[in-house]
């Protein structure tokens, strides 16, 4: 079974950045498309940004310029990097992956990111 284990959040000032990592762990899989997803509260999730197995990316608007996706294959890692975070980037942010061959879609259990004004 593939699990996903997010890491890298926390509180930061407005400004600064923060690096989120997402390693996916089990046996005998390969990741088709990756990337992130955030839910702020009382607001419903939303994607923040998606990378595909070559390497395509693609952006919410909201954070193109400021953040960066990028994953390395051979360790099943995905990365988010944020830089000129805001407040209204606050929210608990789920790293996702769907799985080549059978397309299961696998969540991680979240990393909250608060961004203090």
């Known amino acids: 079974q593939v699990q996903l284990v997010e890491s890298g959040g926390g509180l930061v000032q407005a400004g600064g950045s923060l690096r989120l990592s997402c390693a996916a762990s089990?046996?005998?899989?390969?990741?088709?498309?990756t990337g992130w997803y955030r839910q702020a509260p009382g607001k419903q999730r939303e994607v923040v940004a998606r990378?595909?197995?070559?390497?395509?990316?693609n952006y919410a608007d909201s954070v193109k310029g400021r953040f960066t996706i990028s994953r390395d294959n051979a360790k099943n890692i995905v990365y988010l990097q944020m830089s000129s975070l805001k407040p209204e980037d606050t929210a608990v942010y789920y790293c996702?992956?769907?799985?080549?061959?059978?397309?299961?879609?696998?969540w991680g259990q979240g990393t909250l990111v608060t961004v203090s004004s």
């Open positions: 996702n992956a769907v799985l080549s061959l059978t397309y299961k879609e696998i």
């Open positions: 089990g046996s005998g899989f390969s990741i088709a498309t």
């Open positions: 990378i595909a197995s070559a390497g395509r990316t």
